[in-house]
């Protein structure tokens, strides 16, 4: 066994066996290439990464192979999600040197960590135009012993493209002073993200097809303040396609990663953790707008799921379910139509119908559930009522989840990720909001009492990962910002006073460790960080949205909340410094496009006072308002702007609406405040 086996990643773990000599990333493994002068490996995947499997079988566990690479390389294994700085990095290499990345991704670097070369996965034997995994490691070991001045050459190049990677943005900075900024400034994000718009299948482009939550968050809310309803209608004609497709698991709840085709119906089977905490609060808040019975059982199932696989007792959330079980992609979850027979009875063939199948399947022979027909139309042509279809649907789904548990279940990474987890407790937050449930408010709470108890460090920061009982590696931007943004999401719907003032010390936290003094953006490590040549700002949304847009939003809620007016100007100045990259970009900064709208449309910030404040503010979670701010109490506080009102008129309950630094007289009833929303947009 190599080093590895002492590590938590399961990734990191599946190969404590290799005879590869495998090191975890840290000064160690550094300073060992630096004393031995050996060119170094950092080979970088995923638990559930397929192609990262296959190498791992052809290269890594043959023994020619793991003694070449051991008598020549100081070798490094890294698991992206436990060290996504890492992983960032040299992914910027190897698209520097390819013009693309992915996993897994093999990044060689000098002795003294400067890289020079990087690319994807390798085969065992030249094929398809590509050398073998053998052929590369003996051309480079070979450029390194005969031709060092050219690598070093090299790698000094990358290594000043990296340094300047963040000027990339330069050309399409805010330079200059704008006229005053309007909603009509966002025509050009609209434009540009409807041009990708599927209109058959829902979502943007063709395959592969992934669920671009940001985006369709975007277009909700821009549709929102400006009835535009092409906007509106795209999103919930995806989210149904998304729900009723493949990339669905119609029995058990849960979204896979992508589709790899554009109608939705064939997954890549893996379900990660922060996908699903995406599309949750997406669905709650679509569901606020425009309520429907599909969204809520989309919500419902899957946060069934995630308790039922992703959870663990103490409240921490799993990372992933790999796509394989039985080394086959999809066994766990395809059927062949003589098994859903089997598990139906004959008399049931119809439910086999509603879910797709047929006798020859639609992916090699197997069937992907999915749901083709429309519920009323198919409940007829059954002679039954939809109320008695449904429940047999439901009581065959609970049959067939049975017969499935009997499986062999794909591999579950459980460590526990910040930032992932901190996204799955805004989802629960956010879904108790639509669908009042006291049960998804106290897994949000469950959540934070974990992550707040065990991902503390010794000097005042947080941790990145925890799984059996031991945290480690300093949380990165996205940690913080997405906690911050959980505490404000519970803040809001239970109205505990604790989690506003956590959110308020991690936001200073962040603006003291993170923040550039250079310009109004944070970087993705802490100040101390050293490991790494080049100190990097991600800035575009990746699968989960940019910390820096995140933050920038969080800065807003609370700058509003506490009346700490520079935190609301430093929220301006960083959407200020992306917005002709929102506008030309707006896939790659969804998020940031959000952040945008919200100071072109400022949040309603609504203040609930009185006796019944908690009922009335219940009453509010529940109507879709983008970007609110909500604050309810007994009696006014003067410690919180929005609760800052002195004597109430009578002891009755007031609600107070409030926007842009002007206030509407207050008023009684729900009713009421509707009437008041509406003529703000109007």
């Not at 992508?258 to 119906?265: H, I, Q, R, V």
């Not at 022979?365 to 009323?376: D, F, Q, S, T, V």
Request: glycine share 6%.
């Amino acid at each position: 066994m190599n080093r590895l086996q002492y590590e938590t990643s399961p990734y990191l773990l599946q190969h404590a066996h290799n005879p590869v000599d495998w090191h975890p990333w840290g000064k160690d493994a550094l300073d060992k290439a630096r004393r031995e002068d050996k060119l170094i490996l950092v080979s970088i995947g995923y638990s559930t990464c397929h192609w990262c499997h296959v190498m791992e079988r052809e290269s890594f566990e043959d023994p020619d192979v793991a003694a070449f690479m051991n008598a020549h390389f100081v070798n490094i294994k890294v698991d992206r999600e436990e060290r996504p700085d890492v992983d960032q990095l040299f992914m910027e290499v190897c698209q520097i040197i390819n013009g693309n990345g992915g996993w897994p991704l093999n990044c060689f670097l000098l002795p003294d960590g400067r890289p020079f070369f990087a690319d994807t996965y390798y085969p065992p034997r030249p094929m398809h135009n590509r050398p073998s995994w053998m052929q590369v490691l003996h051309r480079l070991y070979h450029a390194f012993i005969h031709r060092r001045a050219e690598v070093e050459a090299q790698a000094e190049q990358i290594l000043s493209i990296l340094k300047g990677a963040q000027e990339r943005f330069a050309p399409t900075l805010q330079t200059t002073p704008e006229a005053a900024p309007s909603p009509e400034d966002l025509e050009p994000v609209f434009q540009g993200l409807r041009r990708g718009f599927d209109t058959t299948y829902g979502g943007f482009g063709g395959a592969p097809k992934f669920p671009s939550t940001m985006a369709l968050d975007f277009l909700l809310r821009y549709g929102w303040w400006t009835k535009n309803e092409e906007a509106l209608g795209h999103v919930f004609f995806s989210l149904e396609k998304m729900i009723r497709g493949g990339i669905y698991d119609q029995l058990g709840g849960g979204f896979a990663r992508y589709a790899t085709d554009a109608a939705w119906l064939v997954p890549h089977f893996e379900k990660m953790l922060y996908d699903n905490a995406l599309l949750v609060s997406l669905l709650a808040e679509a569901h606020k707008m425009r309520p429907s019975p599909l969204l809520e059982q989309a919500i419902r199932q899957t946060l069934e799921f995630i308790q039922r696989e992703m959870s663990s007792p103490e409240g921490a959330f799993f990372s992933a379910l790999d796509a394989d079980s039985e080394g086959e992609e999809g066994k766990f979850y395809v059927w062949s139509y003589d098994e859903l027979l089997e598990a139906l009875g004959e008399e049931r063939s119809w439910v086999a119908e509603w879910w797709g199948a047929s006798p020859e399947g639609n992916w090699e022979g197997k069937n992907i559930l999915h749901r083709p027909h429309e519920p009323e139309a198919f409940a007829r042509a059954q002679g039954l009522s939809l109320h008695a279809m449904q429940h047999q649907l439901e009581e065959a789904r609970g049959r067939l989840l049975q017969v499935r548990a009997r499986r062999i279940r794909p591999g579950l990474d459980d460590k526990t990720l910040l930032d992932w987890n901190a996204l799955q407790c805004s989802a629960y937050a956010k879904a108790f909001e639509a669908l009042q449930e006291a049960s998804y408010l106290e897994a949000a709470r469950k959540n934070l009492g974990f992550l707040q108890t065990n991902l503390r460090r010794p000097d005042g920061g947080l941790y990145h990962t925890w799984k059996a009982g031991k945290a480690k590696i300093p949380a990165f931007l996205d940690d913080y910002a997405f906690l911050v943004q959980a505490l404000l999401d519970v803040f809001e719907a239970d109205q505990s006073l604790h989690w506003l003032e956590e959110a308020r010390h991690w936001t200073t936290y962040v603006l003291e460790h993170f923040h550039d003094p250079a310009e109004p953006l944070f970087f993705f490590t802490e100040q101390n960080a050293v490991e790494l040549p080049v100190r990097k700002k991600e800035l575009y949304d990746n699968a989960t949205p940019s910390g820096n847009a995140v933050m920038a939003r969080n800065l807003r809620r609370l700058g509003i909340v506490f009346g700490e007016e520079e935190w609301v100007e430093l929220s301006e100045s960083m959407i200020a410094r992306l917005r002709e990259n929102i506008r030309k970009y707006p896939q790659a900064f969804g998020y940031w496009a959000t952040a945008w709208l919200e100071t072109l449309r400022p949040p309603f910030e609504i203040a609930v006072i009185g006796k019944q404040a908690p009922q009335l503010g219940r009453q509010v979670l529940g109507v879709y308002l983008p970007g609110r701010v909500l604050q309810t109490a007994p009696k006014p506080n003067p410690a919180f702007p929005l609760l800052n009102r002195g004597e109430l008129p009578t002891d009755e309950t007031w609600i107070f609406l409030c926007q842009n630094y002007s206030c509407r007289q207050p008023v009684k009833t729900m009713a009421e405040l509707m009437q008041l929303i509406e003529l703000e947009r109007s």
